[in-house]
């Protein structure tokens, strides 16, 4: 039997945390959610970038115009201190909450690599919740490509953390988890998008071998995104294939279920493993 670091890593996009009616945050599923994270859960959490963009509509009656990146970098900014609060808000009071910054650089440098490692595990230690985000705020995608292409030339396999999904694949594979959960606007991956009857239940293989076969003919399936600038199913699944080979479970549910029902398996998901 494997031996994992690790509970959970957890994952919730930016739009799961907004509340499209009103245009604002859904404060139910961040108290949901907070309700569940204990110490040995490393929570993965998108929204800094779209919560800023909200908070500077209501105050300034428009958003900001101009250059792309200096905006997603401004909204980003007055995001991250919101997404914080909320999280400190509802996560039992008893534990440390700690905000975790993080680019590319940490998992493609092997000394930051181990630095994030340590630091991580160490939360475990000392009863406290990590809430990870790539860090927006200080990240020019003009040099970040530029620095990707860097790497790839210079090494075969590099981490790009083009988005969150990405980044709690790679926290998975860095802290050996048990379980990886990656929450969605959808109960999973589907045969066939339009029809929530074609769930794909269960993508398993004996091995390593033939779980990345079963991943490669589901990701076939897979086309679209559910919003602009998301990757969509297809990306997901390449994202958890390294972690999914190290014995982690990967679960892809829906963002309404509780941790605890995606889990034990009372509610509709995906789940991936080597059986």
Same mark, same amino acid.
């Given at each position: 039997?494997?031996?994992?670091?690790?509970? %959970?890593?957890? #994952?919730?996009?930016?739009?799961? +945390?907004? !509340?499209?009616?009103?245009?604002?945050?859904?404060?139910?599923?961040?108290?949901?959610?907070? *309700?569940?994270?204990?110490?040995?859960?490393?929570?993965?959490?998108?929204?800094?970038?779209?919560?800023?963009?909200?908070?500077?509509?209501?105050?300034?009656?428009?958003?900001?115009?101009?250059?792309?990146?200096?905006?997603?970098?401004?909204?980003?900014?007055?995001?991250?201190?919101?997404?914080?609060?909320?999280? &400190?808000?509802?996560?039992?009071? *008893?534990?440390?909450? &700690?905000?975790?910054?993080?680019?590319?650089?940490?998992?493609?440098?092997?000394?930051?690599?181990?630095? +994030?490692?340590?630091? %991580?595990? &160490?939360?475990?230690?000392? !009863?406290?919740?990590?809430?990870?985000?790539?860090?927006?705020?200080?990240?020019?995608?003009?040099?970040?490509?530029?620095?990707?292409? %860097?790497?790839?030339?210079? *090494?075969? *396999?590099?981490?790009?953390?083009?988005? !969150?999904?990405?980044?709690?694949?790679?926290?998975?594979?860095?802290?050996?988890? #048990?379980?990886?959960?990656?929450?969605?606007?959808?109960?999973?991956?589907?045969?066939?998008?339009?029809?929530?009857?074609?769930?794909?239940?269960?993508?398993?293989?004996? !091995?390593?071998?033939?779980?990345?076969?079963?991943?490669?003919?589901? #990701?076939?399936?897979?086309?679209?995104?559910?919003?602009?600038?998301?990757?969509?199913?297809?990306?997901? %699944?390449?994202?958890?294939?390294?972690?999914?080979?190290?014995?982690?479970?990967?679960?892809?549910?829906?963002?309404?279920?509780?941790?605890?029902?995606?889990?034990?398996?009372?509610?509709?998901?995906?789940?991936? &493993?080597?059986?």
């Amino acid at each position: 039997m494997p031996c994992f670091d690790v509970e %959970l890593v957890g #994952k919730i996009g930016s739009m799961a +945390l907004i !509340n499209k009616e009103y245009s604002d945050i859904d404060y139910n599923i961040f108290a949901r959610i907070s *309700k569940e994270l204990k110490p040995g859960y490393i929570w993965v959490s998108s929204g800094a970038t779209e919560i800023g963009r909200l908070d500077y509509l209501k105050r300034a009656g428009t958003e900001l115009n101009g250059n792309l990146d200096e905006v997603k970098t401004d909204y980003a900014s007055q995001g991250q201190a919101i997404l914080m609060q909320n999280y &400190r808000r509802f996560i039992d009071p *008893k534990y440390s909450v &700690r905000q975790v910054l993080v680019e590319h650089q940490h998992f493609n440098d092997e000394e930051k690599r181990a630095h +994030l490692t340590a630091m %991580l595990l &160490r939360c475990k230690e000392q !009863n406290a919740v990590p809430i990870i985000n790539y860090n927006d705020a200080v990240s020019f995608a003009e040099n970040r490509k530029m620095e990707i292409q %860097l790497l790839q030339k210079a *090494k075969n *396999k590099v981490v790009e953390c083009a988005d !969150n999904d990405e980044t709690a694949a790679q926290i998975a594979c860095l802290l050996n988890a #048990k379980n990886l959960i990656i929450l969605t606007n959808v109960d999973g991956i589907y045969e066939n998008p339009d029809n929530p009857e074609t769930l794909v239940k269960e993508i398993c293989g004996k !091995n390593d071998l033939e779980l990345i076969d079963a991943i490669e003919q589901c #990701k076939k399936m897979c086309s679209g995104s559910s919003r602009h600038g998301a990757n969509g199913a297809k990306y997901k %699944l390449e994202y958890v294939k390294e972690a999914a080979v190290k014995g982690t479970t990967i679960f892809i549910a829906n963002s309404r279920f509780y941790l605890k029902d995606i889990l034990e398996g009372n509610c509709r998901r995906t789940v991936i &493993r080597i059986k």
